[in-house]
């Protein structure tokens, strides 16, 4: 299964017995980022700020209070369940005087999320490889034509005497057709190397 992660912020509003939730849901790339966002849209006047976020394997969620298991994970399942990656997630919760026990609970924050998730613009992750292209002044035509049919971006393009040294960053799926391209177009004259 692909990934998806958000286009863009997205928040989306419930109200249940009088409680508030408000969910909110953003792209992250790290652990460190994600955890810099949440406190940046906790509302401090709130009666519970929820979280969960998921980096790749890594995630960790909050209950901020609520009864063990009735906030945090619901989050995180509704990010897991609707095929999202790097993404953070709180649901704000303002008390409206009745309790709603922890399937309540449970319900709320889940769907509060998975509703904000559901209207979010998606973006698919694509994981990106670096490249380095090494050819002959003879093959550098078949080199910049293959970084246009590659979705390649060049990030350095360094010139010697006998020939040019270029990194690439491209979709990963894409490196062995670029390889065989430059192979084939070149004679086996120009190498490219995965970087790092």
Known sequence: MSLDTLAAAAEHTLEVKHS???ARAAPVDSADAAQAWIRTVSVADATHNCWAWRVGGDYR????????GTAGRPILAAIDGQGYD???VVV???YGGIKLGAGGLVRAYGGAAAE?????????LVDYAEVIVRAGFEDLGC?????????AVKQDETYGA???????????????????????????RVRVDVAG
């Not at 904000?116 to 698919?124: D, G, I, N, Q, T």
């Not at 040019?164 to 990963?172: K, T």
């Open 116 to 124: 904000c998730l559901r209207v979010a613009p998606r973006e698919p």
């Open 20 to 22: 508030r939730f408000l």
């Open 143 to 151: 080199v910049h034509q293959a970084i246009d049919a590659h979705q």
């Open 92 to 94: 704000t919760r303002w």
């Open 162 to 188: 006998d020939g040019v040294r270029v990194v690439l960053r491209l979709p990963a799926t894409e490196v062995e057709a670029l390889q065989v391209l430059l192979r084939d177009a070149s004679r086996d």
């Open 61 to 68: 969620s909050s209950d901020d209070g609520e009864p063990a």
């Open 86 to 88: 790097r993404i953070a």
